[in-house]
């Protein structure tokens, strides 16, 4: 029997030999996807195993990888391919030379399984378009599922963690004491020394060697941020997995961790006293106390009159005797701020509207 009539028998025979109808077609429950999308579906594996990998497939690499390399090289050889994902080919893989797939039937290779079936598609029977169906897994573990195996196989063990432990038991201490919340993640909130939640781990974002790059589209320019980062878990291990991965992982199943609660007043203490020549003062913000001796308004309990001046608050109440606005009588001076860079008379109503509401 020569190699073709045995890969045919080995072949017949997985097909005859289906006790449970595996290999029976049923009636579709979901919509049949189109060419394209399947042809998308298997481009998108190739690029995730470019980000994943840095290099492209190897025909020695194992049975997938050779698969991925077939698959490139038949993409690689059809214009109109090449046409439709050009806008997902951000990495020039349609473009790039490709290494020689060695030609399996010379090497007479002995088939004894599935694996050595789909490891000697010399012929790429395999790589169409109609045949990357047969790699869509729809009773198992999704996308997703794998990337978060991923996401954990990248850690190995942090050398130097006596560093970071006792400030993760800290962050911890602050999220059960309310000092720290868990936000929305956003990719915003991906920033270097910040923490994270993922699948219940904390990590912090150690360091990021971020790098941006314009991508031009049809439908425009983007910029992509990407590069390797260092990241810290509280387990004790740690990853320098890509900016780009962490944020998948992070948007698909994390929380940002807020920052505690004094950094934030200090930030605020900082900007609020920030003020430069470029900054135009608006007016002002005053908090006055009555001196009134009626004894209706005296038996007000904390009595508050909240106002708006465009001139210095000591020069707009050296009157506030003779002004029904001051109730006729001497005031107090509790508080003044100065604003700038917006209307303090809509300012002043905002602040009205909100005690009204809450009162």
Not at 44 to 61: M, N, T, Y
Not at 126 to 136: G, H, Y
Not at 314 to 324: L, T
Request: aromatic share 10%; proline share 3%; charged share 30%.
């Amino acid at each position: 029997m020569d190699y073709k009539d045995k890969k045919q028998a080995v072949l017949e025979a997985i097909f005859a030999d289906d006790p449970m109808d595996l290999l029976q077609v049923r009636p579709a429950t979901t919509p049949a996807r189109t060419m394209d999308d399947r042809l998308v579906a298997a481009f998108q594996e190739i690029v995730a195993f470019w980000e994943k990998h840095h290099r492209l497939p190897s025909a020695e690499g194992g049975i997938q990888e050779h698969q991925f390399l077939s698959r490139l090289r038949n993409l690689q050889s059809d214009p109109r391919k090449v046409n439709l994902l050009q806008d997902l080919d951000v990495h020039g893989l349609l473009k790039m030379d490709l290494p020689p797939i060695e030609n399996t039937i010379a090497n007479e290779k002995e088939i004894g399984s599935l694996d050595d079936i789909f490891a000697d598609d010399s012929f790429s029977f395999f790589d169409d378009d109609t045949a990357a169906e047969l790699f869509d897994l729809k009773h198992v573990g999704q996308t997703s599922d794998r990337a978060e195996t991923d996401f954990v196989a990248q850690r190995k063990p942090c050398k130097d963690f006596e560093q970071y432990e006792a400030v993760f038991k800290s962050v911890q201490k602050d999220l059960a004491g309310g000092k720290r919340k868990l936000l929305q993640f956003k990719e915003d909130n991906l920033r270097e020394g910040k923490f994270y939640v993922h699948n219940g781990i904390l990590l912090l974002l150690e360091q990021a060697a971020i790098e941006e790059k314009e991508e031009d589209y049809k439908s425009g320019g983007r910029t992509r941020k990407d590069g390797r980062t260092r990241v810290i878990f509280e387990n004790g291990t740690e990853s320098n997995m890509l900016y780009r991965s962490l944020y998948k992982a992070l948007l698909a199943n994390g929380k940002a961790v807020s920052d505690h609660d004094y950094e934030i007043a200090e930030v605020l203490a900082k900007n609020f006293n920030l003020v430069t020549e470029a900054d135009e003062e608006s007016g002002y913000i005053y908090i006055l106390r009555s001196k009134s001796q009626n004894p209706e308004i005296k038996a007000l309990k904390n009595l508050y009159k909240i106002g708006y001046s465009t001139t210095p608050v000591m020069e707009r109440i050296k009157n506030a005797a003779k002004e029904p606005t001051y109730l006729m009588a001497e005031v107090e001076l509790v508080s003044e701020f100065k604003c700038y860079n917006l209307n303090a008379q809509r300012f002043e109503q905002l602040l009205h509207n909100f005690l009204r509401r809450s009162a």
